[in-house]
């Protein structure tokens, strides 16, 4: 709620009108203030009636945000369900296409891009097995020390 009004029971009333801890009731206090006691009460049918157009604009939205929200979740759970082709799949994809001759260029480009990577992925794969193997040896001569 956008708090231009209280929202309370009979018993909180009297509380929160005199610590006027509200928009609502701030803007009484000045009206009663500018007008009189008397002469409020169409004052207060506005002020009352603006905030609850207010209160059904920001509940909407908030149904709004919530529907989207709960849209995006789904699409990200499709996205995860979905399978991610591999580099060389969309490669043999571009392959058996008619491609005109920029597109050929492109498709060069794409294939050396590939290719590259496809080299550091295996060297980054090796260097990590050379780490892990490290890795065994250690542990494996640090027991052994251990143990003599």
Known sequence: MCNLYPQKNSSAAKIASTKLNSTFELLLYLERKRFGNENISESADLIETICS???????QCSQDTENESSKQE???????????????????R????????EMQDVKKCLKAF????GNG?????????DARQFSIRSTFLSQNCLVR
């Open 53 to 59: 157009i207010i209160d059904s604009v920001v509940e």
């Open 121 to 129: 992925i295996s060297k980054i794969e090796r260097l990590l097995n």
């Open 94 to 101: 571009l392959d058996a296409q008619d491609l005109c001759e």
């Open 74 to 92: 789904s699409d990200s759970e499709g996205r995860r369900k979905r399978k991610l082709e591999s580099p060389e799949e969309i490669m043999q």
């Open 114 to 117: 590939v290719d590259s990577m």
